[in-house]
T-cell receptor, first 112, second 111 residues
């Protein structure tokens, strides 16, 4: 089992560019989510999904889109990158709502 | 409003000393509580969780936490810290899919 795999590990964007952060899990988890981590602010939930075809907004969804066409994949799209989106992004999954989250190793994104 | 407060941003302890990391929460319903640990450059790993039952919960790596409803607290403890425990620790509340995280406590361990 690879667990939760995030790509890329590092990315630099210019303001206005778009990109997709990839997240895949091979544990057949129903729940997947995206968090961003900023210094002094902990982790904040961006979007989450409770199963294929079902997504919902978290605490800080503006500027991000998600989709969940398969159980395994949960990509995060930045539509028009802004410097405020410079952060470390973590994807996480769990078997059900009360089980522990498995985290990916993160994507460090810089927007210039 | 739901929130988690970790009042200590940074803590330094000597190896072999005891450790207590504080966590206070505000949550409308019966909380699900978690402690996660993050090593540098890594994702988070679950240390322990509390859903119901015994208010003292045991986790991995020798950690334990005690849920005190009257104080809205869920403090993390370890009787003897090892150098490998140096990391950042996050308290979280909510259901797994919609966790609210505290801002973290960075633990340094002195030899």
């Amino acid at each position: 089992n690879a667990g939760v795999t995030q790509t890329p590990k590092f990315q630099v964007l210019k303001t206005g560019q778009s990109m997709t952060l990839q997240c895949a899990q091979d544990m057949n988890h129903e729940y997947m989510s995206w968090y961003r981590q900023d210094p002094g602010m902990g982790l904040r939930l961006i979007h989450y999904s409770v199963g294929a075809g079902i997504t919902d907004q978290g605490e800080v969804p503006n500027g991000y889109n998600v989709s969940r066409s398969t159980t395994e994949d949960f990509p995060l799209r930045l539509l028009s990158a802004a410097p405020s989106q410079t952060s470390v992004y973590f994807c996480a999954s769990s078997y059900n709502r009360n089980e522990k989250l498995f985290f990916g190793s993160g994507t460090q994104l810089s927007v210039l | 409003a739901q929130s988690v407060t970790q009042p200590d941003i940074h803590i330094t302890v000597s190896e072999g000393a005891s450790l207590e990391l504080r966590c206070n929460y505000s949550y409308g319903a019966t909380p699900y509580l978690f402690w996660y640990v993050q090593s540098p450059g890594q994702g988070l790993q679950l240390l322990l969780k509390y859903f119901s039952g015994d208010t003292l919960v045991q986790g991995i790596k020798g950690f334990e936490a005690e849920f005190k409803r009257s104080q809205s607290s869920f403090n993390l403890r370890k009787p003897s810290v090892h150098w490998s425990d140096a990391a950042e620790y996050f308290c979280a509340v909510g259901s797994t899919n919609k966790l609210i995280f505290g801002t973290g406590t960075l633990l340094a361990v002195q030899p």
